[in-house]
C-alpha cells in the first residue's frame, strides 16, 4: 500500500515537471553584425559583418564547436577575421537551465588598405575561454542567455574580454531568430541571425 501510494505521488510530481527545454547544443547558426570600434586611428568607427557557428553535442555533457566573424570598417578600409574551434562541457541544473564553459583556439587576421599603397595585413593567434549561462520560459518560445567571454592572443600580448547578452525566439521546432549585443571596452556589435538546429539523439525530440 505504502509502495503504491510511494509511486503515485513519484509519478505526480514527474508530470508536474515542465517539459525539457530546448536547450539543445547541435546547431549551425548565420548572423549579420553591426559594429562600433574604437582603433588608434580613430574613434567610434561604424562598420558591418557577418558571423557563421557550428555546435554539436557528441555526448551529453559533451559539445564541439566552430566558426568564423569578419567584420569591416565602413570608413577606414580595414577588416578583421577571426577563427575560433573547440570543445566545452554543459550541465542542466533545471529542466529550463543551461550552463556551459567553454575553451578554443582561435585566430585572428586584421587587414588595412592605405590609399595608393600596399594592404598591410597582422596575424596573431591564442587561446579563449568562456563561462555562459542560458534559460527558457515555460512553453520554450522563448530563450534567454548571457556569457563572459576572456580572449588571449599570443604574439600581440593582448587580452580582452567579453560580455555577451542575447534572446532567442522560437520560428519552428528547429529554426529560433537570434538577437544580441556584445561589449568589450573598445567595441560594441549588435547581431541578427537564424538558428537551425541538427538532429542528435542527446536532445528531445522535435516535430
Do not use: C
Not at 82 to 97: C, H, I, K, Q, R
Not at 132 to 138: D, L, V
Not at 140 to 165: C, P
Amino acid at each position: 500500500m505504502l509502495r503504491s501510494i510511494a509511486l503515485g505521488l513519484a509519478l505526480s510530481t514527474l508530470a508536474a515537471l515542465p517539459a525539457r527545454a530546448d536547450l539543445s547544443y547541435s546547431y549551425v547558426e548565420g548572423s549579420v553584425l553591426k559594429n562600433r570600434t574604437d582603433a588608434p586611428a580613430a574613434a567610434n568607427l561604424d562598420g558591418t559583418g557577418a558571423e557563421g557557428w557550428f555546435s554539436y553535442g557528441v555526448l551529453k555533457l559533451l559539445h564541439v564547436f566552430g566558426g568564423t566573424k569578419y567584420t569591416e570598417l565602413d570608413d577606414y578600409n580595414a577588416n578583421v577575421t577571426l577563427v575560433e574551434a573547440g570543445a566545452g562541457v554543459n550541465y542542466d541544473p533545471s529542466p529550463l537551465t543551461s550552463i556551459y564553459f567553454d575553451v578554443a583556439a582561435v585566430s585572428s587576421t586584421a587587414d588595412h588598405l592605405t590609399p595608393g599603397g600596399p594592404r598591410a595585413g597582422i596575424d596573431d593567434d591564442g587561446y579563449t575561454y568562456l563561462f555562459g549561462w542560458r534559460e527558457t520560459n515555460k512553453i520554450g518560445r522563448m530563450e534567454f542567455n548571457l556569457s563572459a567571454q576572456h580572449v588571449e592572443y599570443s604574439k600581440s600580448n593582448y587580452a580582452d574580454t567579453w560580455i555577451n547578452m542575447g534572446v532567442l525566439v522560437k520560428i519552428t521546432p528547429r529554426f529560433k531568430l537570434v538577437t544580441g549585443v556584445q561589449f568589450t571596452g573598445n567595441e560594441n556589435l549588435l547581431k541578427l541571425g537564424i538558428r537551425y538546429y541538427l538532429p542528435n539523439r542527446f536532445d528531445k525530440k522535435r516535430d
